[in-house]
């Protein structure tokens, strides 16, 4: 405060910012600002007194009375806030939970282990590039066995236990059926995958009566038993994991030819041979092949102008290989300790 | 099918070990289920511990009653002492010796041992404790002309492998020890042995006096041949044959039956042999059976059969159901001399179907039901009355009745070169598809651009050139192939919009806490009558399994509650307290039409979902709210907002609901399901407390109607304002009611009316409640006074007053 002489004025600044400083509560602020700065304060009364002063002393007065005036206002504001901050943080302090308890429950639901895996299956070949088709889950005989090539009399069909509803309609022993219900309503080209459920008469530790499949068609121009391969090599290390290898061995479908089963690297102990993959190294994952020409007959599809690739594969398989599930009775027991882990 | 591999070396060298044959038979299509050693393990050193002796004198056992001292040559400098405990055993026996440092079969080590004082050095041998039969009775006697000290290895498999292989349906010709030594051949790329011409007495008589046949049913028995040996001695197989017979999974009945088993697997070709004497009228008949006739079958059933399965009948009754199994009395017996021996072939549609009608299935059958080659016939019976007439003596009369409707012969296919790499997407070059093709028994000619190939008649399957193209595959190794991808010209894949409204769903209900389930399709159709519906009512009436596994499972369903409800009773057993579950998945309807036709039912796909329990876990700073009406309805709201749905909701009866609270969804119009509580008797009989509460919507309606596209709408530059208006009306007036009125009488600018309180009580006096209502208003011009709204609320209000009755609430 340059130029302040008058001693009055003068402890009055000095002693009042000291005291405001070293006030410790807001009610001792209280006091000090009614003290300082209140009606009967000795400030206040002094600049309530300039005009009852000497001519020579009121300009001086005047102006350093209302500085320090200002000055120990705003020391105060700034104690006060000093103060306020201090008294909320202790007060924060107190209010205090214990952070290691659970929180509010947020309700969390869970996908079906077969759902998540249908979708898993459904991106990977949807990024390839294919549609998602649905057939009827109770179907004819036509579209199930007779334009699948299975005829009346062919030995194929006694590897279907079949559910029937009567002589021609039965419950859809495989997703395949799709395939044809498609060919007829679709010309070439078709990139597609038919997923769903299949139903089988037989029920024990490694059969249950309803199942889900997805199967998938390829017609095209120039489609080769190289491209069944190569795309099913994509699926697996989609599926499975960048490491994973195929290997195709031949089989018997009715409705493809050649036919194949194919195999991937098993993922436990990669491809060395263990107790999952019964130390052959290889796990059986899907059947598959070039659609038979017999097939495209039914469909009117002409066999010299297109070719085409189907395979056929077990969601439940997948899932059991993918996550380790070691009973495939587990999908349909619905046992909350099962869905809740996925 | 099981093939040791020493019964395979009779037509081809195996060089490969067991593993590695295994694993090429696997990677050239045919399926190794396992390989097993068969026989006292260990290498050929082993073997050689395993020799031919003679006993050269036998003494009773001086300490022991049922132990014989036996001196055995078995090719030593001197003959060795060995104690043995067999009954049967006699001085002057060829017998199987072990010597001492050999481990057998069943993992019994042989060492030099004491028995009661006497030292023994090997052991005599029994069938069993080869491996050669189940069961023995004393120990095995030996030809004579076998000499001493020869290793046993030399006559009978000591130490051999098996394989289990599993044959394709297609493939009937590698259910034979032959085929497969022939495919074995081909994959291994050497010489197959054909085996050897059969000789056998053959007696003066000719066979059209012993028997007289006739195949009225020649539709359905392509072929049917038949011989006649007289003068048998029926009795047990030599050990050879038992050996194999045991290895291959069989048990040796007698030398005839064995005989025919032992055919059957070497070649593939079925034998049936007759008791002659049992043949009446020595007439044998191929017919259809008589609708009723009966058979008491092998297996000491008795079966009724049908005027579409065929039997092989003598002049009175059927004696076998052909190609599936014989009948109990005319079996050959210990006391049969004279045998009809009968190879056929049947057509294989009739043999699936009286398998299937009967349920009966035989290693013949298996064979039958896949169609065979009936040129495998004649060398069938040659080879089985060669064995025969060797092993139980006899003579063949002469000649054979042969009975063919028509004849097989070798047919040519043709196969284009570019074909196969057009369709395999790799280069085979002539010259090795016709090598591969050769080494599978074809005959191949060259012929330019393509190959003429003339196909055996062991393999019926080779019918078309796509055939062919899969054989040049997967011989010449499915491992060759490249790995490349489709290259597709035009179009696009991905998720249709309702896909993806069907994830969006599952999403939505996974989301709010709800576990998804997936139950069987089937269900007991007693959980329709625990639904109490009536039996006039569409979902009364499922899609009946004529077949099913159990009437547990022998209904389509025609609503997704009851299997939800079956899920939470179960879940409730394990001590779950909050079962929130949903399912998506297909209901069937036969009385409505399928969009697919064929007189198929029409498959709905369904949302249901079940609460049961409270909407959140316990928590002790969280009142626990039950799952309620409100709850379910919330969920269905915050659903089909979700998918882009506007519905409304008004009470509805539904026999399996809670009258009092039901609600169903109607979307446009149209009902897309229900909401409700579950009604307590039908809790009652699923074992659930009262309080569960359900929903069950129509997916395929839902995600075709949702809105698919959500157009932009400014609610920022000119705010909505809202008010709160407390009307007091009568207490059964509905809420949707209030709310349309309100909304007609609030104008274009009132946006949203919604219900946040409900007060019934003193204050607003007895039959009436107070609806508290949260009002939106909004212009899309201009930003809406207070002045503008105050007005606007209080035209509202005589409306209302008039309309429903309404009071403000002071």
């Known amino acids: 405060m340059q130029g302040l002489t008058r001693p009055d004025l003068k402890q009055i600044y000095e002693r009042g910012l000291r005291d405001f400083e070293t006030a410790r509560t807001l009610a001792e602020l209280e006091d000090l600002r009614v003290r300082y700065l209140g009606r009967k304060a000795e400030l206040t009364n002094l600049l309530r007194s300039i005009p009852e002063l000497p001519q020579q002393e009121r300009p001086e007065v005047g102006r350093f009375g209302n500085l320090v005036k200002r000055e120990l206002e705003q020391a105060l504001e700034s104690a006060r806030k000093d103060l306020e901050q201090a008294e909320l943080a202790k007060g924060l302090e107190k209010d205090r939970v214990d952070v290691t308890l659970p929180g509010r429950p947020w309700p969390l639901g869970h996908l079906h282990l077969i759902e998540q895996t249908r979708r898993e299956i459904e991106d990977i070949f949807v990024g390839l590039g294919y549609d998602v088709v649905q057939g009827p889950e109770i179907e004819t005989d036509y579209h199930n066995f007779e334009a699948l090539n299975h005829p009346e009399d062919h ?74 391969k190569g795309t099913l090599d994509t699926f697996a290390k989609k599926m499975f994991g960048e490491e994973r290898q195929i290997r195709l061995r031949p089989h018997y479908f009715p409705f493809t030819e050649p036919s194949v089963e194919v195999d991937v690297s098993c993922m436990a102990c990669n491809g060395q041979g263990c107790r999952l993959c019964k130390r052959s190294g290889w796990l059986e994952i899907l059947g598959a092949g070039m659609v038979d020409p017999n097939v495209f007959g039914f469909v009117g599809i002409d066999p010299e102008e297109y070719s085409g ?23 349909y027991e619905n046992d909350l300790r099962f869905l809740r882990q996925f | 099918m099981k093939a040791p591999l020493s019964w395979l070396r009779d037509y081809v060298e195996i060089v490969l070990p067991p593993e590695e044959l295994a694993s090429r038979l696997a990677l050239t299509g045919t399926e190794v289920e396992r390989v097993e050693p068969l026989g006292a393990p260990g290498d050929d050193a082993v073997q050689e511990l395993f020799v031919v002796g003679k006993v050269v004198e036998r003494e009773k056992h001086p300490d022991a009653d049922k132990l014989s001292v036996c001196r055995v040559d078995v090719g030593e400098e001197s003959p060795r002492t060995i104690v043995c405990g067999a009954p049967n055993v006699a001085a002057g026996q060829t017998v199987a010796v072990v010597l001492p440092g050999a481990v057998l079969a069943n993992g019994m080590k042989i060492g030099e041992a004491k028995l009661r004082g006497v030292k023994s050095s090997g052991m005599i041998l029994s069938g069993a404790e080869l491996g050669f039969e189940a069961k023995s009775e004393g120990i095995m006697v030996l030809p004579e002309e076998w000499k001493a000290g020869e290793r046993l290895a030399e006559h009978l498999p000591v130490s051999d492998w098996l394989l289990d292989v599993e044959v394709t349906p297609n493939r009937p010709d590698c259910l034979s020890i032959k085929g497969l030594a022939r495919e074995i051949a081909a994959i291994t790329e050497r010489p197959f042995v054909e085996g050897q011409d059969f000789a056998f007495p053959v007696s003066e008589r000719p066979v059209e006096e012993d028997i007289s046949i006739e195949v009225p049913a020649s539709d359905l028995c392509p072929r049917y041949a038949a011989r006649v040996i007289r003068g048998v001695t029926v009795g047990p197989s030599p050990t050879w044959l038992k050996a194999r017979i045991t290895a291959a999974g ?125 040129n495998m016939i004649p060398p069938a019976l040659d080879m089985a009355c060669a064995l025969l007439t060797e092993l139980a003596g006899g003579e063949v009369s002469r000649g054979t009745v042969d009975i063919q409707a028509a004849t097989v012969e070798p047919w040519q296919l043709e196969l284009r070169v570019a074909r196969v790499s057009q369709l395999l997407g790799i280069e085979v070059t002539k010259a090795e598809m016709a090598d591969i093709l050769r080494r599978l028994g074809c005959q191949v000619e060259d012929a330019g651009d393509r190959l003429r190939v003339t196909i055996p008649t062991f393999r019926l399957d080779l019918e078309r050139e796509i055939d062919l193209v899969e054989e040049v595959v997967r011989i010449y190794g499915l491992e060759r192939l490249p790995a490349a991808q489709p290259c597709r010209r035009s179009g696009g894949g991905g998720l249709t919009e309702g896909q993806r409204k069907v994830r969006r769903a599952e999403d939505l209900l996974a989301g709010a806490g709800l576990t998804q389930v997936v139950v069987y399709s089937f269900i007991d159709p007693v959980w329709l009558t625990a639904l109490r519906l009536s039996a006039e009512s569409p979902e009364a009436k499922p899609v009946v399994i004529r077949n ?149 919507l129509d997916l395929d309606v839902l995600s075709a109607m949702g809105r698919s596209l959500t157009v932009f709408e400014d609610l920022i530059t000119y705010p909505a304002v809202e008010q709160d208006l407390a009307l007091v009306v009568d207490q059964n007036l509905q809420a949707d009611r209030v709310l349309r009125v309100v909304g007609e009488a609030g104008g274009p600018l009132l946006r949203e009316a919604r219900v946040f309180d409900v007060y019934e009580g003193p204050q607003v006096g007895a039959g009436r409640r107070s609806l508290a209502l949260r009002l939106t208003f909004r212009s899309s011009e201009r930003t809406l006074s207070e002045e503008e709204i105050n007005r606007l609320r209080s035209e509202m209000l005589p409306v209302l007053r008039e309309r429903l009755g309404a009071e403000l609430r002071s």
Do not use: C
């Open chain 2, 548 to 696: 099913p596994l159990s009437v547990e499972q022998s209904v389509m369903r025609t609503m997704l509650l009851p299997g939800l409800l079956a899920v939470a009773a179960r879940n409730r057993a394990m001590r779950e307290e909050r079962i929130h579950l949903f399912e998506v998945g297909r209901t069937f309807h036969p009385e409505r039409p399928s969009e697919f036709g064929g007189g198929l039912p029409r498959e709905v796909n369904g949302l249901g979902f079940v609460l049961s329990g409270p909407v959140v876990e316990k928590h002790w700073e969280e009142e626990i709210r039950p799952s309620d009406f409100y709850a379910a309805k919330g969920l269905v709201e915050r659903l089909l907002e979700g998918l882009g749905v506007a519905a409304s909701f008004g009470r509805t009866d539904k026999p399996f609901l809670h009258p009092g609270k039901a609600a169903h969804v109607l979307v446009g119009g149209q009902e897309v399901g229900w909401v409700g509580e579950v009604h307590p008797l039908v809790l009652q009989a699923f074992d659930l407390p009262e309080g569960v509460v359900a929903a069950e």
């Open chain 1, 309 to 331: 690739f189907a395979f056929g594969m077990g969601v439940e398989r997948i899932a059991m290989l993918k996550y380790g599930v070691t009973d495939l009775r587990l999908f």
């Open chain 2, 250 to 374: 069989m048990r040796p009945v007698n030398n005839v039956v064995d005989v025919t088993n032992y055919v059957m697997w070497s070649l593939g070709q079925p034998l049936h042999a007759f008791d002659l004497a049992s043949v009446a009228g020595n007439k044998i008949i191929v017919r259809r059976a008589q609708p009723g006739e009966g058979i008491r079958t092998l297996d000491d059933t008795q079966r009724t059969l049908t005027d579409d399965m065929l039997v092989i009948a003598d002049a009175e009754k059927p004696s076998v159901i052909a190609g599936i199994m014989g009948s109990i009395d005319s079996e050959v017996t210990e006391s049969t001399t004279d045998i009809l021996l009968e190879a056929a072939n049947f057509a294989r549609s009739s043999i699936l179907k009286t398998e299937s009608a009967l349920s009966l299935r035989s290693e013949s059958s298996t064979r039958f039901e896949k169609g065979l080659d009936p």
């Open chain 1, 155 to 228: 030995p194929a069909r006694s590897l279907h236990d079949t559910f029937f509803v009567d002589e021609t309609i039965l419950l859809r022993t495989h997703t395949s059926p799709v395939q044809v219900r498609v060919m007829e309503q679709q010309p070439p080209p078709l990139y597609l995958i038919a997923p769903g459920k299949t139903y089988r008469r037989d029920s024990d530790a490694t059969h249950t009566p309803m199942f889900h499949q997805v199967e998938g068609l390829v017609v095209d121009r120039g489609v080769t038993l190289a491209d069944l």
